[in-house]
C-alpha cells in the first residue's frame, strides 16, 4: 500500500512539474509588481524634477506639476485607465537626476519618462523607448551663417562649441567631424563662446536651442537644425521587474509617435511655456 501511494505521489508531483514547463513554454508571464501596484491602488507614480525647464516644474498660480514629463505620464495614466478598465490617476513625485535611479528600484516612483538609455542605466533599469526624440540643432552667433545642413558645417573653419561628455559633444563630432569642436565644461561657457565670437556655434537639442535664444535672442543669430534632421532618443526607466509593464509601454509608445501626439504635447507645452514654435521645421518629429 505504501508503495502505491509513494507511486501515485510521484506521478502527481511529476504532471506538476511538467504543467509548470509546458506554462512557460507557452510564455505565460511571470507576476508584474509594478503592474499589479498600479492596478490595485489606482494611481501610477511618476517621478518629478522640480524646476527642470519645459520638462517639468510646479506652476506657481495652480500649485499643479507642468510640463512634457507630466504630461506624458499623463497620458500614460489615461491610457492604461482603458487597458486596466478602472479609473488610474497619475501621481507626482520629487525626485532628481542623481537619485532617479534608486527611487526607481526603490519603487518610491513607478516610471520616469524621459532619460537616455545609458549603459549603466540599462544594467540597473529596463529602458523602454524612445518616448520621444530630440532633434540636434545649433544656436548660432550673430555673424556666422549657416546653410542649414551637416555638409556646410563639416569644415574645419567651423568652429562647433559643446559641453564635454555629454552624448551632444559624440553626436555632432559624429556628424560634423572634420569641423574644429571646441568643448567645455559648462553650458554657460558654451553660450559665452558663441556670444564672444571663440565659437560660431553651440550644438544642443531642439529644447536648448529654444530656451537659450528665448533667454538672449538678442545676443545670438538663428537657431539651425542641421539637415538631414538628426535625434536624440529618449526612454522610460522602470524595474526590471516590470515584464508586464515593459511591452505596453514600448508599444505605447511607438504608436504615440506615430500618431503624432507625442509631438502635439511637446508643442502644447512649449507654446505655454512662451517658445516661438514656429521655427521648428515641419519635418522635426519628437
Given at each position: 500500500m505504501k508503495n502505491r501511494i509513494s507511486l501515485r505521489s510521484m506521478f502527481v508531483a511529476t504532471a506538476l512539474a511538467l504543467a509548470g514547463l509546458n506554462l512557460a513554454g507557452m510564455g505565460v508571464a511571470a507576476a508584474d509588481p509594478v503592474w499589479d501596484r498600479i492596478e490595485s491602488s489606482g494611481n501610477i507614480v511618476c517621478g518629478a524634477i522640480p524646476n527642470d525647464p519645459v520638462g517639468s516644474w510646479v506652476d506657481r498660480q495652480t500649485g499643479q506639476w507642468e510640463g512634457y514629463e507630466i504630461d506624458l505620464c499623463r497620458a500614460i495614466a489615461a491610457d492604461l485607465s482603458k487597458e486596466m478598465g478602472k479609473e488610474i490617476k497619475p501621481e507626482f513625485r520629487e525626485t532628481g537626476w542623481k537619485t532617479v535611479v534608486l527611487d526607481l528600484?526603490?519603487?518610491?516612483?513607478?516610471?520616469?519618462?524621459?532619460?537616455?538609455?545609458?549603459?549603466?542605466?540599462?544594467?540597473?533599469?529596463?529602458?523602454?523607448?524612445?518616448?520621444?526624440?530630440?532633434?540636434?540643432?545649433?544656436?548660432t552667433g550673430k555673424s556666422f551663417q549657416s546653410e542649414g545642413t551637416w555638409e556646410s558645417l563639416n569644415k574645419p573653419e567651423v568652429r562647433i562649441a559643446t559641453v564635454t561628455g555629454t552624448s551632444i559633444e559624440t553626436a555632432f563630432k559624429k556628424l560634423a567631424p572634420n569641423a574644429t569642436h571646441v568643448t567645455l565644461s559648462e553650458y554657460s561657457e558654451v553660450t559665452l563662446a558663441v556670444q564672444s565670437g571663440r565659437a560660431d556655434i553651440?550644438?544642443?537639442?531642439?529644447l536648448r536651442c529654444l530656451n537659450v535664444h528665448k533667454s538672449a535672442s538678442h545676443a545670438f543669430g538663428d537657431i539651425v537644425f542641421p539637415t538631414p534632421i538628426q535625434s536624440m532618443g529618449s526612454s522610460a526607466g522602470i524595474i526590471k521587474a516590470a515584464d508586464r509593464l515593459a511591452p505596453w509601454l514600448k508599444k505605447w509608445s511607438e504608436e504615440k509617435q506615430a500618431s503624432g501626439e507625442v509631438k502635439a504635447i511637446f508643442v502644447k507645452v512649449l507654446n505655454n511655456a512662451g517658445f516661438d514654435t514656429s521655427v521648428i521645421p515641419p519635418e522635426v518629429q519628437f
Open positions: 528600484q526603490s519603487n518610491k516612483i513607478d516610471i520616469w519618462p524621459g532619460m537616455s538609455a545609458t549603459p549603466e542605466r540599462e544594467k540597473a533599469l529596463s529602458m523602454i523607448g524612445p518616448m520621444y526624440g530630440l532633434a540636434f540643432c545649433g544656436v553651440m550644438g544642443a537639442d531642439a
